[in-house]
């Protein structure tokens, strides 16, 4: 039986998600693979992942490193990674195209959050706290998971705000 609003059960994203990868072109399917390289790896595991030949999926890893968004590494065998400064850039000129109004609204969550996790720790800064010294607070996985999520935040601020000074000090040049 079909998932469909008519029978009363909900549709299985994931089986469609699957097909529509199924069904993607292979430059599409070598993409989605290279923007989960965390480390160098060969070409044929990138195919193998991609479901793709290898020649195919060579050609479109070095476009896409021509372009900047992998990095070649080695010659024998070949292998490429994400290129970091890519991902980090294409990150600072979004947070940089936000409108005046976007900005303060996105900061202004990021403060709230930032307060609530100086309030609830009583320090300034994540890398002031041990998530073991703070069991009152719950487990020290919980503690350790706040930790990660208040340096996100963090970074998230700092990042919109030197996007937000560079975008403000480039207006009105010509």
């Not at 900047?68 to 080695?74: A, E, M, S």
Request: proline residues 6%.
């Amino acid at each position: 039986m079909t998932d469909t609003p008519s029978s009363g059960r909900p549709p299985d994203f994931s089986t469609s998600f699957r097909e529509r990868l199924d069904e993607a072109p292979a430059d599409d399917r070598v993409y989605r693979v290279a923007l989960e390289l965390t480390e160098p790896t060969r070409v044929s595991e990138i195919a193998t992942r991609a479901e793709c030949a290898p020649n195919t999926a060579r050609r479109h890893l070095t476009r896409l490193a021509d372009i900047g968004v992998l990095t070649q590494v080695g010659d024998d065998p070949i292998r490429f990674e994400r290129n970091e400064a890519y991902f980090e850039w294409r990150r600072q000129r979004r947070l940089a195209s936000l409108s005046e109004q976007e900005y303060k609204q996105r900061l202004g969550e990021l403060l709230a959050e930032d307060a609530a996790y100086r309030d609830t720790y009583g320090v300034d800064r994540p890398g002031a706290l041990d998530p073991l010294d703070y069991h009152d607070y719950g487990d020290p996985e919980q503690v350790w998971l706040d930790i990660t999520s208040w340096e996100a935040i963090q970074t998230e601020i700092r990042d919109l705000r030197q996007a937000h000074d560079n975008h403000s000090e480039h207006e009105g040049l010509a």
